[in-house]
């Protein structure tokens, strides 16, 4: 990338080129928005049966859903979503509507008290989280809150490099923890190889505390029918010894809806027993009347599938924009490159080292709204200054092409602007 073998004249006939577009470009006053993962409001639209009354608020064990209790979620709604997330429904217990809130909270009954397998409590010790890069920003939005240390390591199409993984494991006890997007990650998209999974539930680490965040938040987020497979984290760790180190994480957010949808938490029974000896102070029972509306709306893991086949004919055409206008615009270029993602929210686009943040500045200053560049990264800082995350999903296609049109005019302009010093 950067490695156009191009003359100077050349690149400044592309610069000014790209120069002139993006006069033109900023001239016609956008007001477009390509930040956040948000389903569109058609994608709602869908799940709109949902909001929908409820005949009988009453389980399947005839349990009263209006009353308080219940604190492991309703037993229904857990069946559907077991298998997908990879977590005996026994295992796994329905919340509230937010996953993020439940790593969240993870986090804070682990510094406050004791997770199975710990000397101590982490408040009482510096710790620190491997972070596969680029990844989710509200993760490491929580490591900074609590003063958690984070350290980098690459996302590799495979997974995060397990050499670095297992070595700085392996060699600091401080270590209690890693991110994991499994499946479809956010922002690049990739799907955690079965070699990866066995490694990172088999690795040795010198913290007998040491816990894996598997968020599964696009388990069943596939675009095509090109379905990902995931080696099962949780069975495997339990094969290898060690049964306590998975914690899972999933949410029917970018299923049903967004801000009212419902929240999973997995994990060995040991953790489980900890997990609700804090949850149990914490509230007398989720909002079940959302779970059993979920569970009327999905019906059964097959109606889950179904729905998301669904929700990809809307969300393809727009994964499917945006490479085509990519390829268009850069292809040729040695400007950029990004990858095609068979599932999950994101594309991620590669700019020219030192350029993102150009990049991102330049399109904001045309009306163009991009996630801050570094925002994929620890401490919001790209070392490489080469990482925008597009996140297609939410504006209408005619908005989302014109946005990545104009995008592609703000990396020539930069990634030439660049080249020539
Ligand atoms: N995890 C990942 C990887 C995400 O991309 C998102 C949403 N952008 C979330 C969690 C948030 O999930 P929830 O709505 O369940 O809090």
């Not at 984070?150 to 590799?156: E, I, K």
């Not at 206008?325 to 994101?346: H, Q, R």
Request: hydrophobic share 45%; charged share 20%.
């Amino acid at each position: 990338m950067g490695d156009t073998a191009l003359t100077v004249e050349e690149l400044t006939a592309q610069r000014e080129r790209a120069q002139a577009e993006y006069e033109a470009l900023a001239a016609k006053g956008l007001k477009l928005d390509l930040t956040r993962g948000k389903p569109s409001p058609r994608q709602l639209d869908l799940a709109d049966a949902i909001l929908g009354g409820i005949d009988r608020p009453v389980a399947a064990d005839g349990t009263d859903l209006r009353n308080y209790g219940g604190l492991v979620g309703l037993p229904e709604l857990r069946a559907i979503f077991a298998a997908d997330l990879q977590v005996p429904a026994d295992q796994l217990l329905a919340a509230g509507n937010s996953s993020l809130e439940l790593m969240h909270d993870a986090i804070v009954f682990a510094l406050l008290g004791t997770v199975p397998g710990a000397e101590q409590r982490w408040a009482d010790q510096e710790i620190t989280f491997l972070c596969p890069v680029p990844g989710y920003d509200r993760h490491f939005g929580i490591c900074e809150r609590y003063g958690i240390k984070m350290v980098p390591v690459a996302l590799t199409p495979e997974g995060p490099d397990m050499d670095e993984v297992e070595r700085l494991v392996a060699a600091d006890a401080s270590i209690k923890g890693i991110w994991c997007v499994p499946k479809y990650s956010n922002p690049d998209g990739t799907t955690y190889s079965a070699e990866t999974v066995r490694r990172l539930a088999a690795m040795t680490t010198a913290a007998p505390d040491f816990r894996i965040f598997w968020d599964n938040a696009y388990a069943v987020h596939h675009l095509t029918d090109e379905h990902a497979e995931l080696a099962d984290v949780l069975a495997l760790a339990a094969e290898h010894g060690n049964p306590d180190r998975v914690f899972v994480f999933g949410s029917s957010s970018k299923i049903t809806l967004a801000g009212a949808g419902v929240a999973f938490f997995g994990a060995s029974p040991a953790n489980l027993k900890w997990w609700q000896s804090h949850t149990v102070k914490r509230s007398i029972g989720p909002d079940k009347v959302n779970q059993l509306r979920h569970v009327q709306f999905l019906r059964d893991a097959d109606g889950l599938h179904a729905h998301m086949r669904n929700l990809a004919e809307l969300i393809r055409p727009k994964f499917e924009a945006v490479d085509k206008i990519l390829t268009a615009e850069l292809g040729d270029s040695g400007f950029a490159s990004w990858n095609a993602p068979t599932g999950g929210y994101f594309i991620t686009l590669r700019v020219p080292e030192g350029c993102a943040a150009d990049v991102v500045a330049k399109a904001k200053a045309a009306g163009i709204a991009l996630t801050p560049a570094g925002a994929t990264h620890p401490y919001g800082d790209d070392p490489s200054d080469s990482i925008i995350r597009i996140a297609p999903t939410y504006p209408e296609l005619d908005e989302l092409e014109a946005a990545v049109a104009g995008l592609t005019v703000c990396v020539r302009l930069s990634a030439t602007e660049k080249l020539l010093g």
